[in-house]
């Protein structure tokens, strides 16, 4: 393996693990400002580290994830196309940005103080990043298909 490629897996690798920690967080965050009331401290309090921890460290970290996975795509000719893993996986990462997304949207009508779900559902909703990224290390380490 030449260095360039180690290079963008361990770059990859720690973008990877600051998007999921804010996956992680986010969610644990909304539980906390369901019980929030409108207009008080609290609630400004987790408006603004929702805002900061999306837009400074989840966003850059998402970018950064896809777009050093993409380049390790192309600098390596370790992926066999044929095998059906490399599509679990990205399917996988395709619905960990579609979650990303739904956080996002979620971030903005606590924002907006229009929030309508129930910390039940943020609870829930806390899980399946987790979910996800079990199923990206499985594919991407055992292979299984």
Known sequence: MDADYLWLKALHIIAVIAWMAGMLYLPRLFVYHVH????????????????????AIMNPAMIASVALGVA?????????????????????????????????????????DRNTKST??????????TVLMIGIVIFVVVRPF
């Open 36 to 55: 929030a009331a409108k207009g008080l401290e609290l609630s400004e309090r987790l408006k603004v580290m929702e805002r900061r921890l999306m837009r």
């Open 72 to 112: 390790l795509l192309f600098v390596s000719d370790l992926v066999d196309w044929s095998a059906g893993w490399i599509y679990a996986k990205l399917a996988f990462v395709a619905a960990l940005g579609g979650l990303h997304g739904l956080l996002s949207r979620h971030r903005r009508e606590f924002a907006e």
């Open 120 to 129: 039940r559902y943020f609870r829930i909703l806390n899980e399946a990043p």
